[in-house]
């Protein structure tokens, strides 16, 4: 049999797991993959910055469902990866990292470009290996992506010593993966399963609350028949939009501390809440003392052991994959009779939900034209007026995210990508740009921040080399927007470093060979966004907003959802 070198061996590693884009950034200890890389018919994207490639990775992985992949250099290459690392981590997203390596017989002597990245992204990852024998590496790289996409998703990184990479052994890609250690629970417990619908027959107000754990499993069409067939309305998380038709009137939108008054209100009072794919994340429950203190039984449906009971003690556990959990469901709901009874008394609590969201809707701006100065809300308008609502909207973090998150209509599953857990800055660019080669066919808009643009603007330079049609969207106060909103309400107007001084925009989008264009009156936007929208490739469009716009309602810093400040 031809004997390959170890780069040759994870290029047809990675054509054998399906890769056709790949994430990167070269250096000198990652060289040999990169050139056996030149002869494959992987498609490369050179990022910026490893971080980019990190988020772009991301993205892609958000899109298509498939474990994004990064390839970067040892020592700063590696390190420059961790912030997306644990991004990734902390959202549940695949991703496979292959860094270079100084050789094995250089570590821990404090060589050129060496850093243990095994070590420094061990409470980050999923799992890392450092590849010691060629013999391995076939293995360890189907081990890699079994991991990355397998139960709860996460981030592997497989190391890789320059002489691994330039020794050579026969290739045969394994079949199957078996790790003993790792055997993730797919099915869920029939008992289980039916005492949860016991538990939702019993209730009067029951309500679901659903987080990214859906969309990851693709089980969005098992939860849509599901709450409609029973009628029981939907909150979802920042990570969870989408996953219901924000359209049906069953749905509530998100929860939480920028939740609305109808929504938030709903938990305060449901007596049976069936959490799905979701970990009663902090920013969800406020203070946990006082999360849905009327529920009589909470049920926690997820495929992650070590999320049941972390946070908020359940009731009825159940541990499986979403898909596979809400399929047994459904086959049990319809086996009993006497649904259609339990509907006409969970209509009633429907429509009570539905009466609290009338008494405080969210942003009573009035009419957006009479305002000299550009409403974020009058925005997040135009951008659906001109997309129909059917795109992918990739988002960095702070005040534009929730005005996103709780104004813009979601439709289907894979169309939010935003960073939840870890709350990165940055994020934006580089993932709209990974979800756009993964679904080329898709309008793709990025909505930042003038702070959080400046992280990776970078990257508007990746976009440009390979043509990606993209939209980003700048609401810029000149501020760092959220941090000012805090400093504002809970520091006494104190504002400690927040104010921020921005280059030009426009230019420099021209400067990377984009084009720019700039907003700075209400009169002028329905015109301005729909000229930049129909301008093909990479497009930036800087819109001034007045640094006095606050995200409304909020939960206050350890206050429950009842305690919600509305101005």
């Keep these: 049999m031809k004997k390959l070198t170890g780069a040759q061996i994870v290029v047809e590693s990675l054509i054998a797991e399906g890769v056709d ?24 994207v050179l990022v910026r910055h490893e971080q980019g490639a990190t988020h772009m990775a991301e993205g892609y992985a958000r899109v298509s469902g498939r474990p994004g ?20 981590y902390m959202d549940s997203t695949p991703m496979v990292v292959l860094s270079g390596q100084v050789s094995t017989s250089l570590i821990g002597n404090d060589a050129f470009q060496e850093a243990d990245i095994v070590g420094i992204t061990r409470p980050c990852t999923k799992h890392n290996y450092l590849v010691k024998d060629v013999r391995d590496l076939a293995r360890i790289v189907k081990e890699a992506f079994y991991i990355a996409g397998s139960g709860r998703p996460g981030p592997v990184v497989v190391d890789l010593p320059k002489d691994v990479q330039q020794a050579e052994h026969s290739f045969k890609y394994p079949d199957k993966v078996d790790l003993r250690s790792y055997k993730p629970t797919i099915r869920g417990n029939p008992r289980q399963i039916e005492r949860a619908i016991e538990a939702i027959e019993k209730s009067e107000k029951p ?3 659903v987080g990214g754990g859906v969309q990851w499993s693709g089980a969005a069409p098992e939860l849509t028949q599901l709450a ?40 305060c009072n449901t007596d049976c809440l069936i959490a799905v794919g979701a970990r009663f994340d902090d920013r969800v429950t406020g203070r946990i003392a006082d999360f849905a203190p009327k529920a009589e039984s909470i049920i926690h449906i997820d495929i992650d052991p070590s999320s049941i009971s972390k ?26 009779e006497g649904i259609a009874r339990h509907k006409a008394r969970w209509a009633k609590w429907h429509q009570q939900i539905l009466e609290w969201r009338r008494e405080r809707p969210l942003y009573q701006n009035g009419n957006h034209s009479e305002r000299e100065s550009v409403s974020p809300l009058h925005v997040i308008e135009e951008m659906h007026n001109l997309t129909k609502g059917d795109c992918i909207i990739a988002t960095d973090v702070g005040q534009h995210q929730m005005w996103i998150a709780q104004l813009f209509p979601f439709e289907r599953p894979r169309s939010l990508l935003t960073s939840g857990g870890l709350g990165t800055m940055g994020y ?13 066919d898709r309008k793709v808009i990025v909505v930042s921040g003038d702070g959080s643009i400046q992280m990776n603007i970078q990257e508007l330079g990746t976009a440009v080399q390979y043509g990606v049609d993209i939209k980003v969207v700048i609401l810029n106060n000149h ?63 800087d819109v001034v907003i007045p640094k006095e716009e606050a995200v409304m309602p909020m939960i206050p810093p350890g206050g429950a959802m009842s305690e919600m400040l509305f101005a």
């Design 21 to 44: 884009v790949i994430f990167g950034y070269p250096g000198g200890a990652i060289l040999p993959t990169y050139d056996a890389l030149l002869d494959s018919k992987i498609k490369h």
């Design 228 to 267: 409609r067939g029973l009628g029981i309305p939907i909150c979802e998380t920042l990570m969870g939009l989408g996953s219901f038709p924000a359209s049906d009137p069953l749905c509530l939108g998100m929860l939480g501390m920028h939740g609305s008054y109808g929504t938030n209100t709903a938990v």
């Design 311 to 336: 946070n908020v003690k359940v009731d009825v556990p159940i541990v499986g994959d979403i898909k596979s959990v809400l399929t047994d469901f459904l086959k049990e709901v319809r086996s009993r």
């Design 428 to 440: 934006g660019l580089p993932a709209g740009i990974g979800a756009k080669f993964a679904a080329p």
């Design 69 to 88: 992949v990064v390839i970067v250099t040892s020592g700063p290459g590696a390190t420059n990866t961790v912030t997306g690392i644990a991004d990734a």
């Design 207 to 209: 309500l679901f609350y």
């Design 479 to 541: 501020f760092l927007g959220m941090v000012r909103q805090w400093q504002e309400r809970f520091y006494d107007e104190r504002y400690s470093y927040s104010a921020m001084s921005v280059p030009d925009f426009v230019k420099l989008a021209d400067a990377y060979g984009a084009k720019g264009f700039r907003i700075e009156k209400s009169k002028d936007l329905a015109r301005t966004m729909k000229d930049a929208f129909a301008t093909p490739g990479p497009v930036l469009i």
